[in-house]
């Protein structure tokens, strides 16, 4: 099935540090979505990003949907504790308006 | 304000054993969809529904079964379990709006021994 090629795996980083992340697809999407996941609990979505070049920030956080349609990132600057979790990125494929292909996940800790 | 909830949040099955993961939404979300998550991997579709009555199979959906009687409630149905169904079991839920993030329930953590 389709993937997405998410990196880096893990990062450990300093807290107050910037962060970025990014997602790769050989298939056109028209729907770029970040999630974060805390330990025991499900995905909670971050940014949504519908439109080719669209940047879209949600607080420290910021998002792109590549010119391409097949990439997009996410920087978090002045990382701090609570930014800790697994970051996922999920797109959709033009023409499946139902279904999400996600990204492998991005670990992120932050040490103090 | 409850959105997606997911019952058990853990369970334990022997080899042959069957159950229902339950997974119920109060959005009036049409469309819903059970992922499963493997230890340092993104999540695979297994099934999905756009309405009541309607089903179809995402990418890994051997082994797995589901209906859509309410537009609440879509229970995943485990037959005869097998230990690489040891997994997380995450439920989400969406508008119809082909723009509409997905919204998570909280998963059930299955082990098959």
């Known amino acids: 099935g389709q993937q997405l090629n998410q990196s880096p795996q893990s990062m450990f980083i300093q807290e107050g540090e910037d962060v970025s992340m990014n997602c790769t697809s050989s298939?056109?999407?028209?729907?770029w979505l970040w999630y974060k996941q805390d330990p025991g609990e499900g995905p909670v979505l971050l940014i949504a990003?519908?439109?080719?070049?669209e940047l879209t920030s949600n607080g420290r956080l910021t998002a792109q949907f590549g010119i391409t349609r097949k990439d997009s990132f996410l920087n978090i600057s002045a990382s701090i504790p609570s930014d800790v979790g697994i970051y996922f990125c999920?797109?959709?494929?033009?023409?499946?308006?139902?279904?999400?292909?996600f990204g492998t996940g991005t670990r992120l800790q932050v040490t103090l | 304000n409850a959105g997606v909830t997911q019952t058990p949040k853990f369970r334990i099955l022997k080899i042959g054993q069957s159950m229902t993961l339950q997974c119920t939404q109060d959005?009036?979300?049409?469309?819903m969809y059970w992922y499963r998550q493997d230890p340092g991997m993104g999540l695979k579709l297994i099934y999905y529904?756009?309405?009541?009555?309607?089903?179809d199979k995402g990418e890994v959906p051997n082994g797995y079964n589901v209906s859509r009687s309410t537009t609440e409630d879509f229970p995943l149905r485990l037959e005869l379990a097998a230990p690489s169904q040891t997994s997380v079991y995450f439920c989400?839920?969406?508008?119809?709006?082909?723009?509409?993030?997905?919204?998570f329930g909280n998963g059930t953590r299955l082990t098959v021994t």
């Open positions: 989400a839920s969406s508008y119809r709006d082909r723009n509409s993030p997905l919204h």
């Open positions: 298939s056109i999407f028209n729907t």
């Open positions: 990003l519908y439109k080719a070049g």
């Open positions: 999920a797109g959709r494929l033009t023409g499946t308006a139902s279904k999400l292909t």
């Open positions: 959005m009036n979300h049409n469309y």
């Open positions: 529904s756009v309405g009541a009555g309607i089903t």
